[in-house]
């Protein structure tokens, strides 16, 4: 059964830095076959595509209100994937959840409802 564990959020003051991880595993095929992508939701707000990177981590996509600050990896030799967050802000509080999606080519999707497998979640609260 395939898994997506997060790892990694807590409590951060403004400015501060985080890593989450999303370690996989139970895929059928290997996890350089899947276009990964991070999402978040804060409460009362829809869930927002935060970046996405292709399955041979050759393209990367980032939302234009993380850009220059979120960095987006994967190792796919360790099945776990990362998110680097730097100069967080309060309005980057929200459960951030990695998702999987199977692809036959090295692309990636950003549309939440491309992805099958998503993991729990982890919060990631921004506050001072």
């Known amino acids: 059964q395939p898994q997506l564990v997060e790892s990694g959020g807590g409590l951060v003051q403004p400015g501060g830095s985080l890593r989450l991880s999303c370690a996989a595993s139970?895929?059928?095929?290997?996890?350089?076959?899947?276009?990964i992508g991070w999402f978040r939701q804060a409460p009362g707000k829809e869930r927002e595509g935060v970046s996405c990177?292709?399955?041979?981590?050759?393209?990367?996509n980032y939302a234009s209100s993380v850009k220059g600050r979120f960095t987006i990896s994967r190792d796919n030799a360790k099945n776990t994937m990362y998110l680097q967050m730097n100069r967080l802000e309060p309005e980057d509080t929200a459960v951030y959840l990695c998702?999987?999606?199977?692809?036959?080519?090295?692309?990636?999707?950003?549309?939440?409802?491309?992805?099958?497998?998503w993991g729990q979640g982890t919060q990631v609260t921004v506050s001072s």
């Open positions: 998702a999987a999606q199977f692809t036959y080519t090295d692309w990636y999707y950003s549309d939440p409802g491309q992805y099958e497998y």
């Open positions: 990177i292709s399955s041979n981590g050759g393209t990367t």
């Open positions: 139970g895929f059928t095929f290997g996890l350089n076959h899947y276009a």
